[in-house]
């Protein structure tokens, strides 16, 4: 399982593994937004919680369906299945490799496009923290929409319909911290709530992900 | 007395609902004119809202079956996946694009209510805020059956999708309601009786309900027929290629 | 090692192998025959468990069984030996040499598999199934692209397997030169239509 982690990663970080792709298309969506809502300072400080949680979230989308399909495609994912890993094990590393070569990336990105938006300095810690607590969530939930599509030939915009609804309640409650963090409001409730979200989705999953896989590999 | 499962059997299926189709057509059909026509001719318009209040006979049935076809499908996935009965596939399959309709109709006259009421004809209301999210929980189940070919693949991914899609719709409930606390009115119905709207409103409110539920069932039932059909038309013609 | 029961198998869901039995013991090659469409490679997924059976049963030990299909799940960007080295990490074996020699990849070791030759990348692909250590190999098609001595080099890691008590199931249509080896034509066994009296059996 171990392998199959650093193969993951290793496969992402060269050439033309896609590393950075995610990181990039993070800076320029939170480069843009300032062209779309004008550069008032105040107004982009109200909105940059929200706006990098935004942009975290598209950024992740972005790389979801190669999780599995390159695999698939290759023959890899057959015989996965029937090499001494259990299913669900795979399904679970591949999403933890997802995170930790788009996630991560995001969260520590986050602080250095915060400038740009002039997001308040008390809000910070609260932004990287719910981006540290909720994106590995949002690995996991891609993970599954990646594998219910995976035997689809044009599956990217069905993975990105099906995934964003499952996004809904990991957004609400990370933005929140977020903003609550910016306006220097409590957010312990929001807080537990996200880690609860990504403690849930992390459990539960990777055993939706694998009876999925196994129906895509008949 | 023979186990409910018989009913699982395509033929058997068809055959029953047959017999019933009629009846429930004609009941569902008469339940809504009475209903209806009582509620928007013979019903005072309330003392704050003026005739706009109407608009609940059509609303609040359409939003109790948005909910109601969600949690059909559930029940019919959770079937597929423990007793693989074709039947319970393909009815899931037959209730979505009901529930989608019934969904926009809830938002829509939602929408054509909250104007005069609140100003707006749209606001990040928890309740009005859920049922969009709802919906697209609906168009992502119903574009995965689309996307399918192979119909019990589709019928696996699907189930499974509805499953995780039912606890993370429960869980946009509450996390929209934390987000926002709403305009909306509390419930028009509930078994507490003092919240209740008032009785001149209720009585046709609760026929209107009734012929909305037997719609449901007749279109599920018909929807599910031809879905059965077609089902079974599709492996006649593999049949056919496998002679050939 | 690996034996099926009155096994009917089905593609897209139409079903299209019936009836079929076989036994395979220690030491014994089985190579399946039959034109294309037959169903080998739906036999060969359903034996390997990547697809259940319509009925009928498949007998194995567990863990006993490798697969290898038409695609060799060999990725571009890592070098043959990184290749190799995660499956045999992933079956919990560590020495590569073995299957690096059998098919002469020794010097190829630290090419990044992209830049292999289709008949290269194959034999990579097959040489995976040496890494894995399991006695039971499923094959599908497995001589596609090699010219005859890379052939020659399976026929012989073939013949070595099962002489340490391995056995190997392969469907292929050329001639390997294993003269152990016995051949199951699977024309007979095609499933002919069913009759549809059952309504739910038509959704089969």
């Known amino acids: 399982m171990i392998a199959l982690l650093m193969r993951d990663i290793r496969l992402a970080t060269r050439a033309g593994g896609g590393f950075g792709l995610g990181l990039a298309f993070f800076l320029i969506v939170v480069v843009l937004v300032p062209f779309g809502v004008g550069p008032q300072t105040e107004l982009l400080a109200r909105i940059a919680a929200g706006i990098l949680w935004i942009g975290a979230l598209l950024a992740c989308l972005l790389s979801l369906d190669r999780i599995f399909a390159l695999d698939f495609e290759d023959g890899s994912l ?92 990991t957004l609400i409650f990370g933005a929140e911290m977020a903003r609550r963090g910016v306006d220097g409001l409590d957010t312990t409730t929001p807080m537990l709530m996200l880690a609860g979200i990504t403690c849930g989705t992390i459990a539960l999953l990777p055993f939706a992900a694998a009876a999925v896989l196994r129906v895509n590999l008949r | 007395m023979s186990s409910i499962w018989v009913y699982a059997n395509p033929k058997k299926f ?28 013979f019903t005072p318009d309330d003392f704050r809202q003026g005739s706009t209040v109407k608009i609940i006979y059509l609303h609040v049935p359409a939003a109790l079956m948005a909910i109601n076809a969600w949690l059909m499908m559930l029940v019919a996935s959770i079937i ?11 009815a899931a399959r037959a209730a979505a694009p009901v529930g989608v309709v019934m969904t926009l109709i809830a938002l829509a006259t939602g929408a054509l209510w909250g104007q005069p009421m609140w ?65 909306h009115q509390g419930a028009s119905l509930s078994l507490d009786k003092e919240e209740n709207v008032a009785d001149v409103f209720y009585f046709p409110l609760l026929v209107c309900i009734a012929g909305f539920v037997l719609l449901f069932i007749a279109l599920v039932f018909l929807r599910t027929q031809t879905e059965i059909r077609a089902r079974r038309m599709r492996a006649l013609m593999a049949r056919d290629r496998m002679e050939a | ?67 290898a299909g038409h695609a060799d799940g060999i990725k571009a960007m890592l ?15 560590e020495d590569i040499s073995a299957a690096l020699e059998a098919y002469q ?100």
């Open chain 1, 78 to 169: 057959d015989l996965l299945a029937t090499a001494p890993v259990p299913m669900e094990a795979v399904a679970a590393i591949k999403a933890l490799a997802h995170w930790l070569t788009t996630g991560l990336p995001l969260v520590l990105a986050a602080p250095v496009l915060g400038v740009l938006l002039s997001l308040p300095v008390q809000g910070y810690m609260p932004v990287i923290l719910s981006l540290l607590l909720g994106t590995p969530a949002l690995s996991m939930i891609g993970a599954f929409g990646a594998a219910l599509t995976v035997g689809l030939r044009r599956g990217g915009l069905l993975l990105s319909l099906l995934v964003l609804p499952l996004y809904v309640p």
């Open chain 2, 14 to 41: 068809i055959d029953t609902t047959d017999r019933f189709l009629p009846a429930l057509a004609v009941m569902s059909v008469s339940c809504l004119v009475v209903g209806l026509v009582w509620g928007f001719f």
């Open chain 2, 80 to 90: 597929w996946i423990v007793r693989r009965h074709h039947v319970s596939a393909r």
């Open chain 2, 119 to 183: 100003g707006t004809w749209w606001a990040w209301d928890p309740r009005l805020t859920s049922f969009l999210i709802l919906f697209l929980f609906y168009l992502g189940y119903i574009a995965l059956w689309e996307a399918i070919e192979d119909a019990d693949t589709a019928a696996d991914l699907t189930s499974i999708l509805c499953l995780v899609g039912s606890v993370f719709a429960l869980l946009s409930r509450y996390a929209v309601n934390f987000w926002n606390q709403g305009l």
């Open chain 3, 1 to 67: 090692m690996l034996q099926a029961q009155d096994l009917s198998v089905t593609r897209g869901g139409v079903r299209v192998l019936d009836g079929l039995s076989f036994a395979l013991g220690p030491g014994e090659a089985l190579v399946l025959r039959g034109p294309n469409g037959v169903g080998k490679t739906t036999l060969l997924r359903t034996l390997a468990g990547l697809q259940p059976p319509l009925s009928g049963q498949v007998h194995s030990a567990p863990e006993t069984l490798v697969y």
């Open chain 3, 79 to 93: 070098s043959v030996r990184e290749n190799l080295d995660f499956w045999a990490r992933v079956f919990g074996t």
């Open chain 3, 105 to 204: 990849l020794g010097n190829l070791a630290d090419r990044p598999a992209g830049l292999l030759s289709a008949g290269q990348k194959r034999r990579l692909g097959l040489s995976r199934l040496l890494v894995t250590g399991r006695p039971v190999w499923v094959l599908d098609e497995p001589t596609v692209s090699l010219d005859t001595s890379a052939v020659a080099m399976f026929a012989a890691v073939i013949r070595a397997h099962l002489a340490q008590g391995g056995a190997a199931l392969m469907a292929t249509h050329i001639d390997l030169g294993l003269t152990e080896a016995r051949v199951l034509d699977l024309t007979p066994y095609k499933a002919r239509a069913h009759s549809l009296d059952d309504f739910d059996e038509a959704f089969l």
